[in-house]
């Protein structure tokens, strides 16, 4: 974990909402002249902090009406296999997210797909050929109520 001081936290504040902010903008916003500004952007993303910029994109303005998790049991949780399952899992482009988890599912799919029918065709043909899976629920996502991408800095 790296040290993060106020400047390097409004810096992060500004960044999460506004992404594509330039620096003499950045730098203006947190009275800081554009150079120490960068330099301090520069650090956080040299250490890690920022790990990458995004566009933010709505999946109904791209005709993915659906989203779903689906929750996945593997056969036996073996380091091969979960090893096997997640480079497969990586090929689905549907896949956006895939989390290892605790309890009774081995992994959570955030899934997105353009209809309930091609939803279940993505569950038939590719989520059920990932190797080693022993079932699948899923969960229809009916509405995303929070979304911001921030995370809570350290106080």
């Known amino acids: 974990m790296i040290d993060l001081d106020d400047v390097d936290k409004k810096i992060l504040t500004i960044l999460h909402r506004e992404g594509r902010l330039s620096n003499v903008a950045l730098a ?6 554009p150079t120490p500004c960068l330099k301090r952007v ?22 993915l009406g659906v989203s779903a998790l689906a929750l996945i049991e593997l056969e036996k949780n073996t380091a091969d296999w979960a090893r096997e399952f997640e480079a497969s899992a990586k090929e689905i482009s549907e896949i956006t997210d895939c ?49 911001n991408g921030a995370l809570p800095l350290p106080s």
């Open 28 to 33: 203006e916003r947190i009275n800081l002249s």
């Open 42 to 63: 520069k650090r956080l993303e040299s250490n890690g902090v920022i790990a990458y910029y995004s566009a933010v994109t709505q999946p109904e303005k791209l005709g």
């Open 99 to 147: 989390y290892v988890t605790t309890g009774k599912h081995d992994y959570i799919l955030k899934v997105y797909a353009d209809s309930l029918p091609a939803y279940e065709m993505i569950t038939k043909e590719k989520l059920g050929g990932l190797p080693h899976v022993s079932s699948i629920e899923t969960i229809i996502i009916l509405n995303q109520v929070i979304s």
